[in-house]
T-cell receptor, first 116, second 113 residues
Framework: DGGITQSPKYLFRKEGQNVTLSCEQN?????MYWYRQDPGQGLRLIYY???????QKGDIAEGYSVSREKKESFPLTVTSAQKNPTAFYLC???????????????FGPGTRLTVL | DQQVKQNSPSLSVQEGRISILNCDYT??????FLWYKKYPAEGPTFLIS?????DKNEDGRFTVFLNKSAKHLSLHIVPSQPGDSAVYFC????????????FGTGTRLKVLA
């Protein structure tokens, strides 16, 4: 059945290491997003992609990188430049339409990253 | 600058009563609003949405009200059930084709049996 998968669910990383979080969707959605959630805060947008081979920075892109080589995949790399990487990371996708573009986002189950 | 605000971090309601969750926004360009429900360690799930051409949208026990002049929306849950206990996020988007949504900080709802 259709949905968004994120792996792994829990990830531990040593300080100074890069790590890549996986996000795959089989909903045939054009747009994909990465958010970060910290305790007591909302979802903050890291990067988003409206179409394959194109992506834009969100509000907190520093220390992160993404790629969108395939429609169904949008991996996020947390680099050593990210000062506070410990957080809950959520991937989402939505159907991009040529009209208003108003579509709800569907979220994956999330990956909790802990930097040791 | 928080463009979407949920000023109540938590709310407790008795089972069977009405839950009212509030959300305020500052950007007058926002014209589409959504509510999401989130359980711990899971991704948010979409609940209900409303566009700015409406002032009310209803789906079962969930109703969203939009007051554009006050830049305020609210989610009503009637009757509240223990399974509704979760964190609720409101989100807003502007007509710009960017497909970006701005999320509030969330309200933790606890429905007491």
């Amino acid at each position: 059945d259709g949905g968004i998968t994120q792996s792994p669910k829990y990830l531990f990383r040593k300080e100074g290491q890069n790590v890549t979080l996986s996000c795959e969707q089989n909903l045939n959605h054009d747009a994909m997003y990465w958010y970060r959630q910290d305790p007591g805060q909302g979802l903050r947008l890291i990067y988003y992609s409206q179409i394959v081979n194109d992506f834009q920075k969100g509000d907190i892109a520093e220390g992160y990188s993404v790629s969108r080589e395939k429609k169904e995949s949008f991996p996020l790399t947390v680099t050593s430049a990210q000062k506070n990487p410990t957080a809950f990371y959520l991937c989402a996708s939505s159907l991009r339409t040529s009209g208003s573009g108003y579509n709800e986002q569907f979220f994956g189950p999330g990956t909790r990253l802990t930097v040791l | 600058d928080q463009q979407v605000k949920q000023n109540s971090p938590s709310l407790s309601v008795q089972e069977g009563r009405i839950s009212i969750l509030n959300c305020d926004y500052t950007n007058s360009m926002f014209d589409y609003f959504l509510w999401y429900k989130k359980y711990p360690a899971e991704g948010p799930t979409f609940l209900i949405s409303i566009s700015s051409i409406k002032d009310k949208n209803e789906d079962g026990r969930f109703t969203v009200f939009l007051n554009k002049s006050a830049k305020h929306l609210s989610l009503h849950i009637v009757p509240s059930q223990p399974g509704d206990s979760a964190v609720y996020f409101c989100a807003a988007s502007a007509t710009a084709g960017t497909y970006k949504y701005i999320f509030g900080t969330g309200t933790r709802l606890k429905v007491l049996a």
